[in-house]
């Protein structure tokens, strides 16, 4: 449905307004997910996927493409599971309505190894800019190593991003330019408050949970992780966490940066002022804010380490020399 604050919009903005479509279609009041490491080396995913009443009764679709509701059934989580990585298995999915009347869909899925996970995040694609995917990679650590927490005898993750379906070693595909005319930027111009409207209580928050309390730094200057604000150990690291209320590099609300919105209502999700204002850890960008779509990016380069549990210690360290964490003696 077109919302009345934009009736009074001509043809061609009613084009572009079906074009920014698949930002709207994306923005999710809340997506709130947790990756848990489990101590047997699989993992367990919990998706929770929350829709306003406001944003169903306003949405607007694409011809033939997806509504808001579509993103929460079971049928899009079971091809979603086929598409995240190997033995991967929807076990739990269920839809409520909220206290607002809006929508909500919890999707549980399981995986035996997570180093197989390639999760895909529900949000933020666009046929001219391929989905990404985040590999989660976990192995032992044998040896100290420049500029990363690793120590003999720990177990170490790290997390990066990559185009879905992409082949090792492959070229990435050209992304295809975003182009809009003068007359059609000021129709976007003129849809960015009611995006904004849609998008101010939306918040993403990605979390991996492992076992054990994780540490960071370099070699030889590491410590451990601590709850945000505190000086708590903690399991949890935020991949993502951020809203629509976070701000963006110069200290204003994201949202009220009229050229960052203007990149997302074109689908531009790697525009130059989403990098510059709400990039993840590149030029000023915020950490708290994600950068939607960027090929090979690594999250902060980050690596952290933690403890082996039963199974990570007699799969990779027993039969390991000492000095590799391992109960094999070391040689004089």
């Not at 049928?75 to 009347?101: F, N, P, S, Y």
């Not at 690793?150 to 070693?169: I, N």
């Not at 590491?222 to 935020?238: C, D, E, I, M």
Request: aromatic fraction near 10%.
């Amino acid at each position: 449905m077109i919302d009345r604050r934009t009736a009074f919009l001509g043809p061609l903005a009613r084009a572009v307004l079906l074009a920014a479509a698949a930002l709207l279609t994306a923005g999710c009041s809340r997506l709130d997910v947790r990756i848990k490491l489990n101590a047997d080396g699989s993992a367990t995913i919990i998706e929770r996927m929350t829709f306003s009443r406001t944003q169903l009764e306003q949405e607007v679709s694409l011809p033939g493409g997806p509504r808001l509701k579509d993103f929460l059934t079971k049928g899009r989580a079971l091809k979603r599971a086929e598409r995240m990585g190997a033995g991967c298995k929807l076990v739990r999915h269920q839809v409520r309505k909220t206290a607002d009347a809006g929508m909500e869909a919890t999707a549980v899925y399981t995986i035996p190894d997570i180093n197989d996970l390639r999760y895909l995040p529900p949000f933020f694609a666009a046929p001219a800019q391929p989905a990404s995917a985040l590999r989660i990679e976990v192995g032992p650590s044998y040896a100290p190593r420049h500029a990363s927490p690793d120590r003999p005898g720990h177990m170490y993750v790290q997390f990066s991003m990559q185009q879905a379906g992409k082949k090792p070693g492959a070229a990435a595909p050209a992304r295809a330019a975003v182009k809009a005319t003068p007359a059609e930027l000021q129709a976007l111009r003129e849809l960015a408050p009611v995006a904004k409207d849609l998008l101010k209580d939306s918040r993403i928050r990605i979390t991996f949970e492992a076992y054990d309390t994780f540490w960071y730094g370099s070699y030889q200057y590491f410590y451990k992780l601590t709850v945000p604000g505190t000086q708590s150990p903690t399991n949890k690291y935020y991949l993502i966490n951020c809203s629509g209320a976070d701000l963006d590099a110069l200290g204003k609300n994201i949202l009220d940066n009229q050229e960052v919105m203007l990149e997302l209502l074109r689908g531009d999700y790697a525009g130059g002022s989403i990098e510059r204002h709400a990039g993840w850890g590149r030029g000023r960008g915020n950490p708290r804010a994600p950068t939607f779509y960027a090929p090979d990016l690594t999250w902060r380069t980050c690596r952290l380490r933690f403890a082996p549990s039963d199974y990570h210690r007699k799969k990779y360290f027993d039969g390991k020399l000492v000095s590799q964490g391992g109960n094999v003696k070391d040689q004089d």
